[in-house]
Structure formats: C-alpha cells, structure tokens
C-alpha cells in the first residue's frame, strides 16, 4: 500500500508540474492567457506562475487525489494543492524546468 501511495503522489506531482507549464511557458496555451488576461479577479491568480501552480494543482487534486485517505475530502485536495505549489516552486527557482519571466 505504501509503495502504490508513493507512485500515486509521484505522478500526482508531476501531473501539477507539467500543467502548470503547459500554462504558464508554452506558446500553445498563449491565447487562452491572453483570454484570461481580460477577466478581472482571475487575472491576477492564473497569469501569476506561482499562484497558477496552486490553482491547477487543486484542480488536479480533484482528479488524482494521493492523500485522499488521510484526512478529509477538502482539507486533502487543500494539503494535494499545497505539495504541488512547493514542489513547482522548488524545481522553477532551482532551475530543474526552464520558465520564461
């Protein structure tokens, strides 16, 4: 059980990794920004790198859920969403995943 929780919360962080990438650096997703840019409450929480990657880290969280049996239904998509904000966190200032400012 341990090692499949393990797995799961591996591929649950690299899922929040690649999205919040594909968001935030990559041309395709270049005119949905550009859409969003435009509305003006979510502008500031999804044009913002690190505070996309705790917003679609929650969104994934609803989807893959690797602490779903240790605590309760919000406060574990909370706790997911908060892993992938740090772990975004650690491999764009530790340079391991190239971002464009």
Not at 3 to 32: K, Q, R
Not at 58 to 70: G, H, Q, R, T, W
């Amino acid at each position: 059980m341990g090692l499949f929780l393990m797995t799961i919360f591996i591929i649950y962080l690299v899922v929040c990794l690649g999205v919040t990438y594909a968001w935030s650096d990559t041309e395709i997703s270049t005119p949905f920004r550009n859409f969003v840019a435009n509305i003006p409450y979510i502008r500031n929480a999804l044009l913002c790198h690190e505070c996309s990657s705790f917003w679609f880290s929650l969104a994934v969280s609803f989807l893959i859920n690797p602490c779903e049996d240790l605590t309760y239904d919000f406060a574990s998509n909370v706790l997911s969403a908060f892993c992938g904000f740090f772990i975004n966190l650690l491999f764009v200032r530790n340079k391991f995943v190239s971002f464009k400012e």
